[in-house]
């Protein structure tokens, strides 16, 4: 049983499993096809350095790659940027930048920006960024250490070393925004793009 209504699956452009279970969870039924693209080479040739248009971009990106090599299908792309000021994060690399993210996070305010986009036949059909503001606990390097021995790798799947849906939420002292932007894909403007488009069942 699904709430999808167009002709051929729904596509999502990504491999994160937070946002696949996001849309399970609607009842939503698609396939995963992962978008190829050399993220961090598209963000340093487009010249950007606001957060929120750095993961435009790249939602788009992945959704227009998608959808020319699977013609005929609508395919959701998304990104999240994490923004501390003018800085912005990445997925960390290792353990090391793990340490270094959480440090510079530590007592701090920070935005998520999580954009969302849609496509179908290399045609960008529509495009959202939403924002949550975090602000994290101050920690120490002892409670930093013991988060990273529990939360394991699942550390560098994440920009800013967390998942707020895991061991992540006891970082946390104050949370502005929406669920499902802090998870990285906006349910809620995407099912009205969606549904304003007679391809949602409800």
Do not use: C
């Not at 529509?126 to 002892?142: G, I, K, P």
């Not at 061991?167 to 793009?193: C, K, M, R, S, W």
């Amino acid at each position: 049983m699904t709430l999808w209504r167009g002709k051929e699956p729904l596509l999502l452009a990504s491999q994160s499993k937070a946002r696949q279970i996001l849309l399970a969870n609607a009842g939503i039924a698609f396939e995963s096809d992962p978008a190829d693209i050399d993220e961090r080479a598209i963000q340093k040739s487009s010249g950007l350095s606001d957060p929120g248009g750095i993961a435009n971009l790249l939602a788009r990106e992945k959704a227009r790659a998608v959808s020319v090599r699977r013609q005929g299908h609508y395919v959701i792309g998304a990104d999240q940027t994490l923004a501390l000021g003018m800085r912005t994060f990445n997925k960390p690399a290792g353990r090391t930048q793990a340490v270094e993210q959480l440090r510079a996070l530590s007592g701090q305010r920070h935005e998520l920006h999580a954009a969302v986009a849609v496509a179908r036949d290399g045609k960008l059909l529509y495009d959202h960024v939403s924002v949550a503001r975090m602000t994290m606990r101050q920690l120490d390097d002892a409670q930093i250490e013991a988060y990273l021995v529990e939360a394991g790798h699942a550390v560098t799947s994440s920009v800013g070393a967390y998942q707020l849906e895991g061991l992540g939420v006891h970082l946390f002292e104050q949370i502005e925004g929406d669920h499902f932007t802090i998870l990285g894909l906006p349910l809620l403007p995407l099912f009205a793009f969606l549904r304003g488009e007679r391809l949602l069942g409800v």
